[in-house]
Structure formats: structure tokens, C-alpha cells
């Protein structure tokens, strides 16, 4: 009975929203809202991490979110439609500005590494079985997008059959992602990389140290790597520069 009642709530938007409403909770201790429909569904925080104005939305079951210490989310949306999938956040990891990890179907899985920040990006596993996975020390500019699916069928009108299945997305260590760039399916980049402003990724880039960028992106240089500080050279001294962010 349980599994036909979430069935049809989620087959009915307006049902969904008003379900929601009802179901919203928020404890004195964790200071984001929660709207859950299922069971055996687990949200597990860490009592050193900090979440302001977050929201967890999840219609389904056996479903797994975990953030570990120290992390900061500021203005996150968890969503999730499905069974058995897994969020994994790891010591230390910041969202600054805002953003949303979303996914859909079953055995879907994201996993961010430590020490990793973001500004403001979106990040969304879509189609069974797909993953996104980003290693630890990497950072993310604002108005980013990773995506394992499309979140819509593409056909082959001769075969009839679909076209553009979804494909997980690695993105290795101490990775720096500037503003505007789409991490799209199939995407694999290696440590230590930079993938530049507005570019569009959609392959494999096994070498590391490289910087990215282009629509569709291309390795532009080799043997690079990157800081978080802003270092200056003069004639007199050498000045390193702290980043605001």
C-alpha cells in the first residue's frame, strides 16, 4: 500500500506540492527543511557541519545522504526521485553561494571529496546506475552544471531506439572549474587540471596537469598545475595574495 500511495503522489504534481507542504520539518538543530516520502530514507549530518536555509527533498526509498564534518552549505537543495541512491559529502566540503545535487531513478550515486568548495553549481545523476564522482581539494566557480543524463530521450529514427543513454562523469583531484562550464556525460578529468571559462566537456581528458577549455573543450596546455592563492612577483619581494573566497 505504502509503495502505491508514493506512486501516485509522485504521478500527481499537484498532489506532490501539497504533500509537501504538510510534511515539511525543521528541527532547532539542523536549520534546513525536509520533505520526505518513503521509508527506510536516511539523512545523516554531521553535528560539526552547518546548514543554513537547505532543503531536502526526497520521494522515494532507501535512499542515503551523508555529510561528513566540518562542512558548510549555504542555500542547497537535496532532490531526489528514486530508490536506493547514495550523496556523499566528505570532511570539510563548502557550498558558498547556493547550488543543488539532484537525482533521479535507482542505484544513482554522487560523491564530493574533501576539502572540495563550491560557489554555486548544479549537479544532477540522472538515468540508473550513473554516478558523479569529484575528488578531494578541487574548486568550483559559480553557474556550473554536471550532468550524467540528458534527462530526455534522444531517438534514432531508423532504429527507433534511444540514442543518448547516460554515462558517469569522474572528476579527479585538485581540479579548478571556472564560472559557466558544462561537465557533461561521459566526462573524465584527470588531477590537478584547470578547465577554463565557459567551456563545454564532453569526453575524456586521461592526462593530468592540463588546462581545458572550448566549445566542445580540447586540451589547450600541458604540465600546468594551479593555487588557491593569488601569488605576485615584484622586483622587491614576492607577495602572496589571500583569495577573498
Given at each position: 500500500m505504502k509503495e502505491e500511495i508514493i506512486k501516485y503522489v509522485k504521478s500527481a504534481p499537484v498532489l506532490e506540492k501539497t504533500f509537501r507542504l504538510l510534511n515539511r520539518k525543521k528541527t532547532v538543530n539542523d536549520p534546513s527543511d525536509k520533505m520526505i516520502i518513503g521509508e527506510d530514507n536516511i539523512i545523516?549530518?554531521?553535528?560539526?557541519?552547518?546548514l543554513n536555509n537547505c532543503f531536502f527533498d526526497i520521494v522515494?526509498?532507501?535512499?542515503?545522504?551523508?555529510?561528513?564534518?566540518?562542512?558548510?552549505?549555504?542555500?542547497?537543495?537535496?532532490?531526489?526521485?528514486?530508490?536506493?541512491?547514495?550523496?556523499?559529502?566528505?570532511?570539510?566540503?563548502?557550498?558558498n553561494r547556493g547550488g543543488s545535487i539532484w537525482i533521479e531513478d535507482y542505484n544513482c550515486e554522487a560523491i564530493i571529496g574533501k576539502d572540495t568548495s563550491?560557489?554555486?553549481?548544479?549537479?544532477?545523476?540522472t538515468e540508473p546506475n550513473?554516478?558523479?564522482?569529484?575528488?578531494?581539494?578541487?574548486?568550483?566557480?559559480?553557474?556550473?552544471?554536471?550532468?550524467?543524463?540528458?534527462?530526455?530521450?534522444?531517438?534514432?529514427?531508423?532504429?527507433?531506439?534511444?540514442?543518448?543513454?547516460?554515462?558517469?562523469?569522474?572528476?579527479?583531484?585538485?581540479?579548478?572549474?571556472?564560472?559557466?562550464?558544462?561537465?557533461?556525460?561521459?566526462s573524465y578529468i584527470s588531477d590537478n587540471s584547470v578547465i577554463a571559462t565557459r567551456a563545454v566537456v564532453t569526453k575524456r581528458f586521461e592526462d593530468p596537469n592540463i588546462l581545458i577549455g572550448g566549445i566542445p573543450a580540447r586540451k589547450i596546455k600541458s604540465n600546468i598545475n594551479w593555487n588557491r592563492k593569488r601569488i605576485y612577483?615584484?622586483?622587491?619581494?614576492?607577495?602572496?595574495?589571500?583569495?577573498?573566497?
Open positions: 545523516n549530518v554531521n553535528e560539526s557541519s552547518t522515494g526509498n532507501k535512499n542515503q545522504i551523508e555529510i561528513q564534518g566540518s562542512a558548510i552549505f549555504n542555500n542547497v537543495k537535496f532532490y531526489i526521485r528514486g530508490n536506493n541512491n547514495k550523496i556523499k559529502i566528505e570532511e570539510n566540503v563548502r557550498f563550491f560557489q554555486d553549481v548544479h549537479i544532477a545523476v550513473s554516478k558523479i564522482i569529484i575528488g578531494s581539494d578541487c574548486l568550483f566557480a559559480y553557474d556550473i552544471d554536471i550532468r550524467t543524463g540528458d534527462s530526455h530521450s534522444i531517438i534514432d529514427t531508423i532504429t527507433n531506439e534511444r540514442v543518448n543513454h547516460a554515462m558517469d562523469v569522474i572528476i579527479g583531484n585538485h581540479v579548478w572549474v571556472a564560472s559557466h562550464v558544462s561537465i557533461l556525460k561521459g612577483t615584484t622586483t622587491e619581494s614576492d607577495f602572496i595574495g589571500e583569495p577573498i573566497v
